[in-house]
Nanobody, 123 residues
Framework: QVQLAESGGGLVQAGGSLRLSCAAS????????MGWFRQTPGKEREFVAA?????????YYADSVKGRFTISRDNAKNTVYLQMNSLKPEDTAAYYC???????????????WGQGTHVTVSS
């Protein structure tokens, strides 16, 4: 069982930056793929980024955030981060972190979810 808690959301102007954190508690954090998803009202949860477990920590990004967002994890601190730069109004959403070991781009593959943190990007 893994419990996840996001933090770091807020209001930022377009072009600005935010760093989201996701603190995990429970067992075997380091053995899970960690992902970030986002959701706006009336839409499905959308893949943003993921990072594998293990030595090489391979990262994956949605095309819409590639080059602007960076996912990282610190297994010693049981924390995964999402550094978001050059934010755009269309990045406005509730952001969720998740833990799982299936298809890293599919929300249904993740077993554990946080409650979300909201990001608003003003134009």
């Amino acid at each position: 069982q893994v419990q996840l808690a996001e933090s770091g959301g807020g209001l930022v102007q377009a072009g600005g930056s935010l760093r989201l954190s996701c603190a995990a508690s429970g067992r075997s954090f380091s053995s899970y793929v960690m992902g970030w998803f986002r959701q706006t009202p009336g839409k499905e949860r959308e893949f943003v980024a993921a990072i594998s477990w293990g030595r090489f920590m391979i990262t994956y990004y949605a095309d819409s955030v590639k080059g602007r967002f960076t996912i990282s994890r610190d297994n010693a601190k049981n924390t995964v981060y999402l550094q978001m730069n050059s934010l755009k109004p269309e990045d406005t959403a509730a952001y969720y972190c998740a833990a799982g070991n299936g298809d890293r781009r599919q929300a249904a593959s993740y077993d554990y979810w946080g409650q979300g943190t909201h990001v608003t990007v003003s134009s």
